[in-house]
Nanobody, 125 residues
Framework: QAHLAESGGGLVQAGDSLKLSCVASGRTFTNDAMGWLRQAPGKEREFVAG????????LYADSVKGRFFISRDDAKNTLFLEMTNPKPEDTALYYC??????????????????WGQGTQVTVSS
């Protein structure tokens, strides 16, 4: 059974760096686009960053562009999100997901399947 497990979240101060990881098991996602999404309390889940099969193409939400960086290590079945200069408005539960019908990165939230449990990121000012 496919499973995604996020980790690396925590409490950080604005301006500090944080790196999230997402390890896949039970199924390889090498041929799928992957992505990070987040959900803040009282808000809908939103797209953060996406990466293509093979990692050659990436896509970011405007709110994180230039601050967050997505990458993948298919040999380790792991997806990463490096968060630099986080802001209090980045506070949310962060999820990784696989867009199994896509090769290129997608910002469509509904395209993502195989959610993990999420990892909480809290940014203090």
């Amino acid at each position: 059974q496919a499973h995604l497990a996020e980790s690396g979240g925590g409490l950080v101060q604005a301006g500090d760096s944080l790196k999230l990881s997402c390890v896949a098991s039970g199924r390889t996602f090498t041929n799928d686009a992957m992505g990070w999404l987040r959900q803040a309390p009282g808000k809908e889940r939103e797209f953060v960053a996406g990466i293509s099969r093979g990692g050659g193409s990436v896509l970011y939400a405007d709110s994180v562009k230039g601050r967050f960086f997505i990458s993948r290590d298919d040999a380790k079945n792991t997806l990463f999100l490096e968060m630099t200069n986080p802001k209090p408005e980045d506070t949310a539960l962060y999820y990784c997901g696989a867009a199994t019908s896509y090769y290129g990165p997608t910002s469509r939230v509904r395209a993502y399947e195989f959610w993990g449990q999420g990892t909480q990121v809290t940014v203090s000012s």
